[in-house]
DNA sequence: GCGATCAGTGTAAGCGCTTACATTTGATTC
DNA sequence: GAATCAAATGTAAGCGCTTACACTGATCGC
């Protein structure tokens, strides 16, 4: 509050250079509109006075802040540690900021964020997955601040997305490890709820069963949070069991890798004993021993693209163009043939 | 730029609400200054119109944001995740927002993003290790913006700091490490200049050699950034000398990991072939095999503490105190004793 | 040599909010 | 019922910046 009103202004750079505010202003963002002796003057008042230009004044004046907002779930694991440093070096070499935020998925914190990011003034944010309440879309349509969402696909949503189809991605995975013999299948996914991701990823696993003749409401399902811890508590709870799976499918290679902790913990053998497969194939799936088969999704190529996109939306040069990107399907040590 | 103009503001509100813009102003700071009665109708007014207030026009009026900044090396790793989380959710129930911006240990971004941050109105900012240019100390001491440092700990700085004795710590473990017999000690270090967390580390093990009566001029040393990857190639170098270790300390847990998957690719075993160490202690240290021997860092512990030092630093209530945690060592697997 | 043109610069009007200060309201007191 | 005073509300001055518009003095064509 008795903050030290020290802080130089446009003005004090203004007097010490001997030119008007505008001056100023113009050799900071257009320079080429300011012949060189008077730019000179100024820039080295700006440097001896260690000026920066106020933020929020600057907003406030010209509407416009080169600011992304990005909201994620969480920046606890890797799951998108990868894909938003692409999001930002690709948005860094377009003149643009990335403002970071988590939610710890609950839907209430994401609608804070949403307004705090539009509150200081991001000129476009980018959003994991469909599922949340209608009215947070019907705000950012009021305000005109394009949204990509990535990390998901649906071409029918009339909202811009990148992803890939979790749905399907996971259904080929499930057929695969099926086609290896494998006709106890369990399942540790993430919490459905709110979650179109986790959502689809059970869906394709429900999918294959059902294509290939086995009947899914008999298979064992555990909900649980994307944590290793959760996903060992949820071996757990699977093995206790009486029928016990020739193969635990994870929502993702964060609780992959907590089944495999607990397998390792309770003596069983991966994949002697029993197969493990993840989604996302993060780094960590490749230094798991055995190392993780999992369903690849090219995390970069989607934050670099979801960049490049919603830049061009910012700049009103699109007015949202949903693409799909490939995922593919990584079979490694912790899934075993039964055949 | 021609951005729709129906973002309702302030005034709208006001003459909505039949008040003036001072009441609703009130009404959103300190609505214990109105009476009930306006308050509905103003706050029904702010609900129908969907107001949000512009957080570029409060700060400018206000001079406070409730935001604090953090700048860190990297999101792509959980090295920071943790802490990090926990920073945040401090600062959540402190009525503060945390602003991320990471810098791909580039010394030069980092400046940019302090500059950035602090235009952006943060009211104080979080900062990782020491090694930074004066300069940019002197610059946050002009504008008054309180910094604590994370991560390290350095009595004798005239920074506030909070965390660990980074050379201290490792030297305990480079300690444990000779005492179990191992005299080829190898080193795969992070990027030592203008960081002084990695280079601590590096002292620490040169410090227990010299201790045991090693010498430390003749321990190869890789310093590579800290990635996986990286690790790997480390590794690979290593392996390819003549002077074959007994042990490969590593200057992370990120290191660490990109060592093993390469050991385990060369077909080598460890801790029975060679041993292998890391530090900091996350999640990835448990769930490898065998389970990684490290030095545990309480990073939960240092965010939250960080977050209340920081509040109490902004709203002058401290000058800043360090602090020091205490680390551990953590023995697993990884490590074998030879005697 | 004179007006047209134009690059370079200055003037000043906001942008949307907070808050010191002024004013009004209404309860309380005698 | 008038005087008093605190509580509630209004008025308006900025906060630091951008930018439309106005101005100045060269440069140019004829």
Not at 70 to 83: H, K, L, Q
Not at 216 to 241: H, R
């Amino acid at each position: 509050m008795a903050r030290a009103r020290n802080v130089p202004t446009l003005d004090d750079v203004a007097r010490k250079a001997g030119v008007s505010t505008a001056t100023v202003s113009r050799c900071l963002n257009s320079p080429e509109q300011v012949i060189e002796r008077t730019r000179n003057k100024v820039m080295s008042a700006v440097e001896q006075l260690g000026y920066t230009p106020n933020f929020g004044a600057r907003v406030m004046a010209a509407k416009r802040t080169f600011t992304i907002g990005a909201i994620i779930p969480t920046m606890e694991n890797a799951i998108f540690a990868r894909g938003l440093q692409a999001f930002q070096e690709e948005l860094h070499t377009r003149g643009y900021t990335l403002l970071v935020s988590s939610t710890a998925y609950r839907p209430e914190i994401e609608a804070e964020q949403v307004r705090s990011l539009v509150a200081r003034g991001a000129d476009g944010l980018l959003l994991i997955g469909y599922a949340r309440d209608p009215e947070l879309y019907a705000y950012l349509h009021q305000r005109s601040i394009p949204a990509l969402i990535a990390w998901a696909f649906a071409p029918n949503s009339d909202q811009a997305c990148i992803g890939f189809d979790n749905r399907a991605s996971m259904r080929a995975l499930a057929n695969t490890v099926i086609s290896m013999g494998h006709q106890k299948v369990a399942v540790i996914s993430g919490i459905v709820e709110g979650n179109d991701r986790a959502d689809g990823r059970l869906q394709g696993i429900k999918d294959a069963l059902v294509e290939n003749g086995l009947d899914p409401s008999s298979m064992p399902v555990i909900e649980t949070s994307y944590e290793i811890e959760s996903g060992a508590k949820a071996f757990d709870q699977l093995m206790q069991s009486p029928a016990s799976p020739s193969v635990v499918m994870c929502g993702n290679d964060v609780l992959a890798a907590g089944a495999m902790r607990r397998a390792r913990e309770l003596n069983l053998s991966v994949p002697d004993d029993i197969s493990i497969t993840g989604f996302d194939d993060i780094e960590l799936a490749r230094i798991l021993t055995p190392a993780l088969t999992t369903v690849h999704v090219p995390h970069r190529e989607m934050g670099r693209r979801a960049a490049a996109e919603l830049v061009r939306m910012v700049e009103q040069k699109s007015v949202g163009v949903s693409e799909q990107l490939e995922s593919s399907l990584k079979l490694r040590g912790s899934l075993k043939s039964l055949n």
